[in-house]
């Protein structure tokens, strides 16, 4: 009986130590998957396409982001289990834990890079800006027709197409005129949304204040419904650059005599094609123009414009404007 009592004990102390044993364990993993992981600082990594889990969990040691590649690749493929691990530039936050790496990692969260592309930029200026960013891969691709990209605010990825990129930007711009040709004033004199955007990126590149678009766009309709000439200094400036970039000094007499289909002080009527890429706001102000009878405006020296109805009271709105910028020079000297 003793002997019986004994061995009772021994299995009981046996059985007790396993179980200790596996709780230790069990212990000692969770607070490797859960617990806070090794990292001082933010730390942003690169995981290239094609990487295998031990190689991934080799940067990441390499990095500091964890402890162990070897227990890394073991819970990611025997404990953390889940969809396969993503590539991509990956930013970790100081102390993360592997359970949360690995999460990130599942669910593709990568770094968000943006690029903009400013309202009144023409199509080759928006891709010189494309092809200069050097997060992003590949050609830029075939030059798109003049005025067709959205400038706005883009989220992108490390590697990210830039071919891709001007093709969103292509979507955006189509939508947005889509939507604004659809929401335009009933009576609108504009026959289709293709001379709406030539007639908007016009407006874009006169004022640079959204507010008084719609009556800017007011005075360009109203020339179109007369007869007269636009008469706008960025069509000339297209005409000599090409859309190329800024022309970088006044415009001259020459220029205004130039021989081109953009020289709106020689043809009557839009240009052929837009020359620029118009923001939302001019897109909605040549569908929705002030009401207006002017026929002119020109700058009042403050950033805005004073507009006139008669060529008598634009000539002294340009006078007004001319002694300012001679006061201006002179203080200057």
């Given at each position: 009986?003793r002997r019986?009592?004994f061995g009772?004990?021994l299995?009981?102390?046996?059985a007790v130590?396993i179980g200790?044993a596996?709780?230790?364990?069990r212990f ?13 600082v933010a730390?942003t ?5 094609g990487s295998?889990?031990?190689d991934?969990g080799?940067r990441l ?5 964890v402890v162990d590649?070897?227990f890394?690749?073991f ?7 889940g969809?396969?691990?993503h590539?991509?530039e ?5 102390g993360?834990?592997?359970?949360e790496i690995l ?14 592309a400013?309202e009144?930029?023409t199509?080759s ?14 050609a ?10 959205m400038?706005?605010?883009y989220?992108?990825s490390?590697?990210?197409s830039r ?5 969103r930007?292509?979507?955006a ?7 604004a040709?659809?929401?335009?004033s009933p ?9 709406a955007l030539i007639?908007a990126?016009?407006?874009?590149k006169?004022?640079a204040?959204?507010a008084?678009?719609?009556k800017?766009?007011a005075?360009?309709l109203?020339?179109?419904?007369k007869?007269m000439?636009?008469q ?10 090409g859309?190329?970039g800024?022309?970088g000094?006044p ?9 081109s289909?953009?020289n709106?002080y020689?043809f009557?009527g839009?240009p052929?094609?837009?020359?620029a890429?118009p923001?939302r706001d ?7 123009p002030?009401?207006s009878s002017?026929?002119y405006f020109v ?5 805005r414009?004073?507009?006139a109805e008669?060529?008598d009271?634009h000539?002294r709105n ?5 002694q300012l ?7 200057a000297?």
């Amino acid at each position: 009986m003793r002997r019986l009592w004994f061995g009772l004990r021994l299995v009981l102390v046996i059985a007790v130590a396993i179980g200790l044993a596996g709780f230790g364990a069990r212990f000692v993993v969770s607070k490797m998957l859960w617990g806070p992981g090794p990292a001082q600082v933010a730390t942003t990594i690169v995981i290239p396409r094609g990487s295998r889990t031990s190689d991934i969990g080799r940067r990441l040691q390499a990095a500091d982001v964890v402890v162990d590649w070897r227990f890394f690749e073991f819970a990611a493929l025997a404990i953390d289990t889940g969809g396969p691990l993503h590539a991509g530039e990956f930013a970790f936050a100081p102390g993360q834990s592997l359970h949360e790496i690995l999460r990130q990692l599942r669910d593709g969260r990568t770094v968000v890079r943006r690029l903009t592309a400013p309202e009144g930029l023409t199509v080759s200026e928006i891709q010189g800006l494309i092809a200069n960013e050097p997060a992003l891969s590949g050609a830029v691709g075939p030059t798109p027709p003049e005025g067709s990209l959205m400038p706005d605010t883009y989220n992108f990825s490390l590697g990210d197409s830039r071919a891709e990129l001007v093709g969103r930007m292509r979507l955006a711009m189509d939508k947005t005129l889509a939507e604004a040709w659809a929401a335009r004033s009933p009576g609108s004199p504009l026959p289709n949304p293709s001379e709406a955007l030539i007639l908007a990126s016009i407006v874009e590149k006169e004022s640079a204040i959204p507010a008084e678009r719609p009556k800017v766009a007011a005075v360009f309709l109203n020339r179109l419904s007369k007869g007269m000439k636009l008469q706008a200094d960025p069509t000339v400036i297209y005409a000599v650059t090409g859309g190329k970039g800024p022309l970088g000094r006044p415009l001259s007499h020459a220029d205004l005599a130039i021989d081109s289909p953009f020289n709106s002080y020689r043809f009557e009527g839009l240009p052929p094609t837009p020359i620029a890429c118009p923001s939302r706001d001019s897109i909605n102000a040549v569908l929705h123009p002030q009401a207006s009878s002017a026929l002119y405006f020109v700058a009042d020296g403050s950033g805005r414009h004073v507009f006139a109805e008669s060529l008598d009271d634009h000539n002294r709105n340009v006078a007004k404007l001319r002694q300012l910028e001679q006061g201006a020079s002179g203080a200057a000297n």
